[in-house]
């Protein structure tokens, strides 16, 4: 019988089997080693084991007891070890003479089932999610459009692919997600978040869900003389319509998370993150930082210089 324990990883405190906390361990471990010469190792690390934090805070956050052995071994996989980045052109011609084995799983994917492993109520949205291999958030929030929005038969759906889908445990999203944007609201950040992740102007987004508010609101002060007689325009479209974007609004703030990391904000904008981008990140803001100090430390020196120059003209001129 495994044993559950507690540990505080990136400053979060994590339920995990003991068996899974030593493989975490263990590649931690591998990293120390394979960054040991790297500029900026222990804040590689410390971020490595923040990203491992974040995964594993989402998985219990949605509904798992504990961390196990196999999410571990996912997380992993989906972060990388650094000796695979090594060996990144023996992988791409290994893949490329197994095309008919991709193939085979390919279609192994796309067989439907409820995700046991990653389920709100049923997994069925993550399933289905799985099988377009898109962000199982989406799936979630349109299935919450339609079953509460005026369309009953949502519901219907839902209950019959809950009772007639085989179940399974199936691998983790690993992709393009869809959060709310802090760098880029105004109310919420709902539709900074769908644009950086449909790749749309934010304001198109926020014109679209505004223009029937707007018109609404107009028509309703007699605006250029419109009134109930308005054929153009019937007051059941503006209600309609206003109402329903009010509603996907409020779901999307509701059930998208806010992108506060910067892992978060990379996968917000569809970049990969593991071992290798967060190497990247790391030494990149390093760079930066050294550039900031070095441009402050120029600064400085002329403007010690001038200063200094401006001493020797003010004694010269008292003489």
């Known amino acids: 019988m495994k044993k559950i324990i507690n540990i505080t990883l990136g400053g ?4 995990i089997e003991d068996s899974a906390y030593e493989k975490l361990k263990t590649y931690t471990d591998s990293l120390w080693q394979y960054y040991k010469n790297e500029d900026g190792r222990d804040e590689i690390i410390a971020d490595i084991e923040g990203r491992f934090s974040e995964l594993m805070n989402d998985k219990l956050r949605k509904g798992a007891t504990h961390i196990s052995d196999v999410d571990v071994d996912e997380m992993i996989a989906a972060m990388g070890r650094p000796e695979d980045f090594d060996k990144e052109a023996a992988t791409e011609e290994n893949a490329s003479s197994n095309t008919e084995g991709a193939g085979f799983s390919q279609n192994e994917r796309r067989r439907l089932y409820r995700d046991e492993s990653n389920k709100v109520l049923g997994g069925v949205c993550s399933g289905i999610a799985n099988w377009l291999n898109i962000d199982p958030t989406v799936v979630r929030i349109l299935f919450a459009v339609i079953a509460f929005g005026g ?17 399974k445990n199936l691998s983790a999203y690993i992709g393009k997600r869809m959060f709310r944007n802090p760098d880029d609201k105004v109310i919420g950040g709902v539709a900074g978040g769908m644009g950086a992740y449909f790749n749309i102007n934010p304001s198109t987004i926020r014109w679209i869900l505004a223009i029937p508010l ?3 609101v107009l028509k309703g002060m007699h605006f250029f003389g419109w009134n109930d007689d308005f054929n153009i325009f019937p007051s059941l479209f503006f209600g309609g319509v206003t109402g329903t974007f009010i509603f996907v609004y409020i779901v999307l703030w509701i059930v998208l998370p806010e992108a506060n990391s910067p892992y978060e904000k990379m996968e917000m904008y569809g970049k990969t993150v593991d071992v290798n981008s967060i190497k990247e990140n790391v030494q990149g803001s390093m760079n930066d930082m050294k550039g900031r100090i070095q441009n402050w430390s120029e600064e400085v020196k002329d403007s010690a210089q ?13 003489r």
């Open 214 to 216: 707007i018109l609404s």
């Open 12 to 15: 979060r405190n994590i339920a």
């Open 306 to 318: 001038n200063i200094s120059k401006k001493s020797t003209i003010l004694c010269r001129n008292t």
């Open 151 to 167: 369309f009953g038969s949502g519901i219907l759906v839902y209950i019959l692919l809950w009772i007639f889908l085989p179940t």
